[in-house]
C-alpha cells in the first residue's frame, strides 16, 4: 500500500521563474541553469518525492482527502521559453507534475504588451505543455504588484488572464499566483470572486491547510542555490536560516508599500 502524507503535514513548493543557459541581467538572479535544474529533479526523484499539481494540492485540502508520499509542488512564474525548451523534457523523462502560472500579456502572440523581461513562451508551447499534463495557471496580464492597483484595475488584470488562457486553452485556469507574491485581503478576496479556486504567494515558508487555499506560501529557487540547499528546501529543513535575510528585506520594503498605500492606489506595472 502507497504510504499517505496527513492532510495536515506542511509542503514544499518550489517557485523557479526562467530555466536559460544564458539569461539576461533582469531574470539571471531567479533562474537556474538546464543542468541545475535536472540535477534538482533527480534529488527530487531520488529522494521519493511525488511532484502534484496545484490544484490537486488544494483540493485535498479543502475535502480533508490525504496527500500522496511525500509531495512537492514544482512552479514556474512569468512564462518563460525555457521552461519548454529545458524543463519539460526533464519533467517528462521523471513523469513530475508542475504549474506553469502566466503573465497573459507578456507570452508571444496577440496579446503582447512588449513588458517582458526575457524570451517568453508562445500560445503553442503553451499548449505543448497544457497537453503534457503541466497545469496552466494565472499570473495576471501584465505582471503588476496587485495590491496597489484601483479596483478596476486590479479586477481587469485577473479577469483578462483568465479569459485569454481560456480562450487558447480551452480550459478555465483554476489556480493562480499573486505577481511578486504580493496580496492584501482585498485581492485575495478578487482572485477568489474571479473564479480561481486556490492562489500561491511566495513568503518563503512552507505550505500548509492553514494558511488558506489563497495564501499558500512557496520557496524560492534562484541561480545560487545549491545542490545542499536544494536537498534542504525539499525536505523543509533550516528555511527560517535559507530565507533569513530575504524576510528581513521583504519586512523593509512592507513599510514603503504600506506608504505607497496610503497615498492612493498605484497605476502599477509589470517590471
Same mark, same amino acid.
Given at each position: 500500500?502507497? @504510504? ?16 536559460? *543557459? ?10 537556474? $541553469?538546464?543542468? %541545475?535544474?535536472? @540535477? ?12 502534484? &499539481? ?6 485535498a485540502w479543502r475535502s480533508g482527502r490525504p496527500l500522496p508520499k511525500r509531495p512537492v509542488l514544482i512552479t514556474f512564474d512569468d512564462g518563460y521559453e525555457g521552461v519548454? =525548451? ?10 513530475? %507534475?508542475?504549474?506553469?502560472?502566466? $503573465?497573459? &500579456? ?6 503582447? *504588451? ?35 492597483? =484601483? ?5 481587469? @488584470? ?12 480551452? *480550459?478555465?485556469?483554476? $489556480? ?18 474571479? =473564479? ?6 511566495? =513568503? ?19 541561480? $545560487?542555490?545549491?545542490?545542499? @540547499? ?33 497615498r492612493g492606489r498605484l497605476p502599477g506595472a509589470g517590471t
Amino acid at each position: 500500500m502507497t @504510504e499517505a502524507h496527513p492532510a495536515d503535514a506542511r509542503v514544499p513548493v518550489l517557485m523557479y521563474h526562467a530555466v536559460a *543557459t544564458d539569461p539576461n541581467d533582469a531574470t539571471r538572479v531567479l533562474s537556474v $541553469s538546464p543542468e %541545475a535544474f535536472a @540535477e534538482q529533479m533527480a534529488v527530487i526523484a531520488d529522494r521519493g518525492r511525488t511532484p502534484i &499539481g496545484t490544484a490537486d494540492l488544494a483540493a485535498a485540502w479543502r475535502s480533508g482527502r490525504p496527500l500522496p508520499k511525500r509531495p512537492v509542488l514544482i512552479t514556474f512564474d512569468d512564462g518563460y521559453e525555457g521552461v519548454h =525548451g529545458h524543463a519539460l523534457p526533464v519533467l517528462a523523462k521523471h513523469g513530475f %507534475a508542475a504549474t506553469v502560472f502566466v $503573465s497573459t &500579456g507578456w507570452l508571444r502572440g496577440p496579446y503582447d *504588451t512588449g513588458g517582458a523581461l526575457d524570451t517568453m513562451l508562445d500560445w503553442d508551447q503553451v499548449r505543448d505543455l497544457a497537453e503534457a499534463g503541466v497545469e496552466i495557471g494565472g499570473h495576471s496580464h501584465t505582471h503588476p504588484q496587485l495590491d496597489q492597483l =484601483g479596483d478596476a484595475r486590479l479586477r481587469f @488584470e485577473l479577469i483578462h488572464c483568465k479569459e485569454i488562457i481560456a480562450d487558447q486553452l480551452g *480550459t478555465v485556469p483554476a $489556480s493562480f499566483a499573486y505577481p511578486y507574491g504580493y496580496s492584501d485581503r482585498r485581492v485575495r478576496e478578487a482572485v477568489r470572486e474571479t =473564479g480561481y479556486a486556490q492562489a500561491l504567494a511566495v =513568503g518563503n515558508g512552507l505550505a500548509h491547510r492553514r494558511q488558506g487555499p489563497y495564501a499558500l506560501r512557496r520557496v524560492t529557487v534562484r541561480r $545560487s542555490t545549491g545542490l545542499d @540547499e536544494f536537498e534542504r528546501l525539499v525536505e523543509g529543513r533550516a528555511i527560517g536560516r535559507t530565507f533569513a535575510r530575504d524576510r528581513a528585506l521583504t519586512k523593509g520594503y512592507a513599510v514603503v508599500r504600506r506608504a505607497r498605500q496610503l497615498r492612493g492606489r498605484l497605476p502599477g506595472a509589470g517590471t
